[in-house]
């Protein structure tokens, strides 16, 4: 995009350099010209004005009165009555002649050198030239701050964009001066929270079906194995067969479900744990450090795990944020490995999470401070759309856990993973 609005600006002032500038140079060689032969010409017509009136007071032609008249080094040549009068030195080759009838049936031819005139123009055309370079020079520096301005900002809604659609929801604040790109910033901030809503009803939903089949599959087949043990063996049988239906019908639910978590975490790759916490804790150590508090980062080395690297960033971001608006004191970001899973911890020194609301803390809408109440919800919706769980483990004061899948030892960093089709 830079490359583009420099090549386009640069290709204007090009144009405009050109289109101005050869029209202009023109005109001033010409007006160079023009000017010298002007005066020229009326230098000869004061040198014969001034002989007319010489012949008519019946003196005899005398060129010394008009020799101040006559430029230097130019030739005044007088031709009157058949008779030549010459003043001044050769002009040269080329040179510059203007020739005046005189009233007395005589002429007066006056030749100048050419080369005053041309030097002149030599230096007005230069004077030109360097307009031309000093506008090509200024229109090339407003084309690379113009590229830079704009360019810049445009990587970054890009790069937003890009986050947006990697599953990274949080709000951007950083906005840029130009209302067309502010305008889009907006846009993708209302965007971002209206797909964070989407995924977390998408989870209740899934959730809800889930938890309502299960209970009335569940029902169902209690009441089809008690038919299924009376004494009238057509009853028995027939209840068998329905029992069997709906043991199958149990299986495809499971299946479904199974296709619909594999298909949320077909982004999950291979991911460098360690590596990724450091660069979310320098993005919020400075935010906890103008509020007066600090950032405690403890990882192990060589963390591997199965995520969405934007998932388990905006899930991060949600305990940090948290932490940072209802906590007090150091904040605690830790990794380690657990049991079968990468065990990440956020916690910090605050008052925690109120006795009331630890039932109810990942449910929707549910909160304290002020806040909205979708924050945990989604985080939880998230990290889970990975394969992984978000937990409370300490209320007073608070401490999250998060578990994610380890990476197997032929996973490949950076390589998308294959989700298993059958129901975790």
């Known amino acids: 995009m830079r ?30 010209a023009d000017i010298t032969r002007s005066d020229l010409s009326t230098r000869a017509q004061q040198i014969a004005t001034r002989l007319d009136e010489q012949v008519a007071e019946g003196r005899p032609i005398n060129l010394a009165d008009v020799r101040l008249v006559v430029p230097e080094d130019a030739r005044l040549t007088v031709h009157i009555r058949g008779r030549r009068h010459v003043y001044g030195p050769a002009p040269g080759t080329d040179p510059i002649v203007e020739t005046v009838s005189m009233v007395q049936s005589g002429s007066v031819r006056l030749a100048a050198p050419s080369g005053p005139m041309r030097t002149l123009q030599l230096q007005v055309a230069g004077v030109v030239l360097l307009l031309a370079v000093l506008s090509t020079g200024t229109g090339t520096f407003v084309a690379i701050l113009t590229a830079r301005r704009l360019a810049a900002p445009l990587r970054h809604v890009a790069d937003r964009a890009s986050r947006l659609g990697a599953g990274d929801f949080r709000a951007d604040p950083i906005r840029h001066g130009v209302p067309e790109l502010d305008r889009v910033a907006d846009a993708l901030d209302a965007s971002g929270a209206a797909l964070s809503h989407l995924v977390q009803r998408e989870r209740e939903l899934v959730g809800d079906v889930s938890h309502q089949l299960r209970s009335r599959l569940t029902a169902l087949q209690l009441r089809l194995e008690a038919l299924a043990d ?7 049988e027939e209840a068998s067969a329905a029992l069997e239906q709906a043991e199958r019908l149990s299986g495809v639910l499971d299946d479904l479900l199974a296709a619909a978590t594999a298909a949320r975490a077909k982004d999950a790759e291979p991911l460098d744990v360690s590596a990724e916490l450091g660069a979310v804790a320098e993005e919020w150590r400075e935010l906890l450090r103008a509020e007066g508090r600090t950032l405690r980062l403890r990882v192990e080395g060589g963390l591997l795990a199965r995520a969405t690297p934007a998932r388990l960033r905006e899930a991060i971001g949600v305990l940090l944020d948290n932490a940072l608006r209802h906590g007090e004191g150091m904040v605690t970001l830790a990794a380690r490995h657990g ?27 549910f909160s304290v401070g002020g806040s909205t109440g979708v924050g945990l919800a989604l985080a939880r919706a998230l990290v889970e759309a990975d394969g992984g769980r978000l937990e409370l483990r300490s209320a007073r004061p608070a401490m999250f856990e998060l578990f994610l899948p380890v990476a197997r030892a032929d996973d490949i960093l950076g390589v998308p993973w294959e989700a298993d089709s059958t129901p975790r």
Not at 230 to 236: I, N
């Open 3 to 32: 490359k583009r609005v420099l090549q386009a600006t640069l290709l204007a002032v090009a144009v405009t350099t050109l289109v101005l500038g050869l029209p202009l140079g023109f005109s001033a060689l010409r007006l160079v």
């Open 339 to 365: 049991s079968g899973t990468v065990l990440v911890e956020v916690g910090d020194n605050g008052p925690g999470v109120p006795e009331q609301l630890v039932p109810h803390v990942f449910d929707r809408g």
């Open 230 to 236: 009376t004494e009238d063996a057509v009853t028995a």
